[in-house]
């Protein structure tokens, strides 16, 4: 079986090639190279032939290919679906801001935590992602795009901590000077709240932004929409919130999708702005997408409004995410969704 080299840093490949019995300063020169897309050896046209056919013969490169590839009309957002090498497919968004380029990436080809509004996890989880297929995502959206890429939300399908040691490798690649070398400071990451996992990133100690899917401040609310918060509960994940913010210093946001009739009353309100005073944590309100299998509605405008300003009054920063990409299926795992229902037959490029 060939290897992945895609995934390895470049310390490694070093390695590798002092195995191989060829100098270690062909490693800077062949990372970049993977860095900037290329994904056939021959490519590498300052490494010498022979070297070029060793690494045919050691190491597997995949490009892959856009299964579908929409653009919105409103706002230029670009979703794509991507085959992967064993014909999975994933989600990643490139939505454009006025402060640069943001890619939504997946970390796993579906999801196994049961969020109950979630599109992505209605299949269960079929398999994580490697390092190199999430770099991937971001450096193929980029070339394809013509977008230079300047942050990386990592929202998209999947529980990124559930694929913990890939998502950290995926972050120190994509970190890395010879690479794209996006900084921390503009990688966020977003978790249903994996409690062990968190303390864990804690340990870390990154710059990034750590987002926390809260949607919900009580455990009966909270355990009902998200089948992760059973057995754990609303407390402990306020206490590794805690102990992350106490250790990286850095803030923590709430993620909080509005759910009408379900977690948008005044009590959740009050009850919320409590546990984001409690950790610093920046709430960050997103009204519901409606997925087609799930019975959720979005709140009304009224409840939303009643709702921020009694976060505000409490004293919470509070923000509403503006909904991008919405005639695209632009959030998660509607359009893989789609794909596998055959839903989608008519429109595929
Ligand atoms: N598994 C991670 C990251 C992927 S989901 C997590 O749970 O955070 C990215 C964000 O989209 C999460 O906050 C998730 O709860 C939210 N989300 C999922 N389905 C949604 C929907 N139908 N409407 C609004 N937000 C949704």
Same mark, same amino acid.
């Given at each position: 079986?060939?290897?992945?080299?895609?995934?390895?840093?470049?310390?490694?490949?070093?390695?590798?090639?002092?195995?191989?019995?060829?100098?270690?300063?062909?490693?800077?020169?062949?990372?970049?190279?993977?860095?900037?897309?290329?994904?056939? *050896?021959?490519?590498?046209?300052?490494?010498?032939?022979?070297?070029?056919? $060793? =690494?045919?013969?050691?190491?597997?490169?995949? %490009?892959?290919?856009? =299964? $579908?590839?929409?653009?919105?009309?409103?706002?230029?957002?670009?979703?794509? =679906?991507?085959?992967?090498?064993?014909?999975?497919?994933?989600?990643?968004? #490139?939505?454009?801001?006025?402060?640069?380029?943001? @890619?939504?990436?997946? &970390?796993? #080809?579906?999801?196994?935590?049961?969020? +109950?509004?979630?599109?992505?996890?209605?299949?269960?989880?079929?398999?994580?992602?490697?390092?190199?297929?999430?770099?991937?995502?971001?450096?193929?959206?980029?070339?394809?795009?013509?977008?230079?890429?300047?942050?990386?939300? /990592?929202?998209?399908?999947?529980?990124?901590?559930?694929?913990?040691?890939? #998502?950290?490798? *995926? /972050?120190?690649?994509?970190?890395?000077?010879?690479?794209?070398?996006?900084?921390?400071?503009?990688?966020?990451?977003?978790?249903?709240?994996?409690?062990?996992?968190?303390?864990?990133?804690?340990?870390?100690?990154?710059?990034?932004?750590?987002?926390?899917?809260?949607?919900?401040?009580?455990?009966?609310?909270?355990?009902? =929409?998200?089948?992760?918060? %059973?057995?754990?509960?609303?407390?402990?994940?306020?206490?590794?919130?805690? %102990?992350?913010?106490?250790?990286?210093?850095?803030?923590?946001? *709430?993620?909080?999708?509005?759910?009408?009739?379900?977690?948008?009353?005044?009590?959740?309100?009050?009850?919320?702005?409590?546990?984001? $005073?409690?950790?610093?944590?920046? @709430?960050?309100?997103?009204?519901?997408?409606?997925?087609?299998?799930?019975?959720?509605?979005?709140?009304? +405008?009224?409840?939303?409004? +009643?709702?921020?300003?009694?976060?505000?009054?409490?004293? @919470?920063?509070?923000?509403?995410? %503006?909904?991008?990409?919405?005639?695209?299926?632009? &959030?998660?795992?509607?359009?893989?969704?789609?794909?596998?229902?055959?839903?989608?037959?008519?429109?595929?490029?």
């Amino acid at each position: 079986m060939t290897k992945d080299i895609l995934s390895l840093l470049p310390g490694e490949i070093e390695q590798e090639l002092e195995a191989l019995g060829e100098p270690k300063y062909r490693a800077k020169q062949i990372f970049t190279w993977l860095h900037r897309g290329a994904r056939d *050896f021959d490519e590498m046209t300052n490494l010498p032939k022979a070297l070029r056919e $060793k =690494l045919k013969s050691e190491y597997r490169l995949y %490009r892959p290919r856009v =299964l $579908k590839k929409q653009e919105s009309q409103i706002d230029g957002t670009i979703k794509y =679906l991507w085959e992967l090498s064993d014909g999975n497919a994933v989600e990643t968004v #490139v939505m454009s801001y006025k402060h640069g380029n943001t @890619v939504c990436v997946s &970390s796993q #080809v579906g999801c196994r935590q049961g969020c +109950a509004f979630c599109a992505s996890t209605i299949g269960g989880l079929v398999r994580c992602l490697e390092p190199s297929e999430i770099l991937d995502e971001v450096l193929f959206s980029q070339i394809d795009s013509g977008k230079p890429i300047s942050n990386i939300v /990592l929202m998209g399908i999947g529980e990124p901590l559930d694929n913990f040691d890939n #998502v950290m490798r *995926f /972050l120190e690649l994509v970190n890395h000077p010879d690479g794209m070398n996006i900084g921390m400071r503009h990688i966020s990451l977003s978790t249903c709240g994996i409690t062990e996992r968190l303390d864990d990133l804690a340990d870390r100690d990154l710059q990034l932004t750590l987002s926390v899917s809260l949607h919900a401040p009580d455990d009966e609310t909270r355990s009902k =929409l998200m089948p992760a918060n %059973r057995g754990r509960g609303v407390r402990q994940l306020m206490d590794c919130c805690r %102990r992350y913010y106490e250790k990286t210093g850095r803030r923590i946001s *709430f993620e909080y999708a509005m759910i009408d009739g379900v977690n948008d009353t005044e009590k959740h309100a009050r009850l919320l702005a409590r546990e984001a $005073k409690s950790v610093a944590a920046h @709430v960050n309100l997103i009204p519901l997408n409606h997925v087609e299998e799930r019975q959720f509605k979005p709140s009304t +405008a009224g409840h939303m409004k +009643a709702f921020i300003r009694i976060l505000e009054e409490e004293g @919470v920063n509070v923000t509403v995410r %503006r909904r991008l990409g919405s005639d695209v299926d632009a &959030s998660c795992g509607q359009l893989r969704r789609k794909m596998q229902t055959g839903k989608d037959k008519n429109t595929s490029e």
